[in-house]
């Protein structure tokens, strides 16, 4: 299913972020922040900017969307069903005992799922095995990882993003959640990260920085990543954790916790509130 305008695109985000507070509570454990602040990232992805097809799930010639952060799995499982990848009814067996959708991301179980992800600071790793695999093949299908900010605490991390500038892997781009959070604190207090962008630059990328939940921003970057030919590209969408939900927004508390059926039941009106606003002038 691809979409085009920017409205459709934005109420199928917010459709994305209703699923994810409806998996959460079901579920009565995972994650909340992230999943819910990737939703515009993710519903870009997979409506507009990459090349799949969940028809031709093996397309050798397909887009590859690596997922770093697998504990965002409720964002992506939901973006996958929407998508056509499973049926949407299944979202209600997160981390349920025999479901497909575990509470991080298995490539074995889940239909659409490029690797599997649990242990932070692997996927740039692993998406730039996939994109030297499309260099010396002659391939020019697009590669991306989707990263945490926290898990650029990892020295892997680091090593990927050298390999990537060292051999130029110029169909790779990375995409990084900068919300400013991990699990323990704001970001900056765990571990600094900043200047992130001098930081990528130094090891041979572009870098483009967005506003992570403004829809244009997020496919105009993406297309010019397509465009550079010389250097991977690395995104830093700027984002808000738990986008969406007033009282999760820019709380590190809600990292990894599920909202209990009092507090989902506010969060789906809030939500919800939200489709009235997105008006036929933003199409």
Avoid at 25 to 40: F, I, T, Y
Avoid at 57 to 66: E, G, L, Q
Avoid at 151 to 179: C, K
């Amino acid at each position: 299913m691809h979409m085009e305008d920017v409205g459709e695109l934005q109420r199928m985000a917010n459709a994305i972020r209703k699923d994810i507070i409806s998996m959460l509570v079901e579920a009565g454990s995972g994650h909340s922040a992230g999943p819910l602040d990737l939703a515009d990232i993710a519903t870009a992805l997979y409506f507009n900017v990459a090349n799949i097809n969940p028809k031709k799930k093996n397309d050798p010639d397909r887009d590859r969307i690596h997922i770093s952060c697998g504990h965002t799995a409720p964002v992506w499982y939901a973006t996958l069903a929407r998508a056509g990848f499973f049926p949407v009814a299944q979202l209600a067996t997160l981390r349920k005992l025999g479901t497909r959708l575990q509470g991080h991301l298995d490539r074995l179980t889940t239909p659409g799922v490029e690797s599997s992800a649990a242990s932070l600071g692997q996927g740039l790793g692993i998406a730039c095995g996939a994109a030297y695999a499309g260099k010396i093949d002659g391939k020019t299908y697009q590669t991306y990882a989707v990263l945490s900010d926290g898990e650029h605490d990892e020295g892997s991390t680091w090593e990927a993003a050298s390999f990537a500038g060292h051999y130029g892997l110029s169909h790779l781009t990375a995409i990084i959640d900068r919300n400013n959070i991990q699990i323990d604190g704001p970001t900056e207090s765990i571990m600094r990260k900043e200047n992130l962008r001098e930081k990528y630059e130094a090891f041979g990328w572009h870098v483009i920085e967005i506003d992570g939940h403004n829809m244009e921003q997020i496919i105009a970057a993406c297309n010019e990543a397509k465009a550079i030919v010389e250097h991977p590209v690395c995104i830093i969408a700027h984002t808000i954790a738990g986008k969406g939900v007033d009282f999760m927004e820019y709380r590190y508390e809600w990292h990894g916790i599920p909202p209990n059926r009092q507090q989902a039941a506010t969060a789906l009106r809030q939500l919800r509130s939200l489709d009235s606003k997105i008006s036929p002038s933003d199409l």
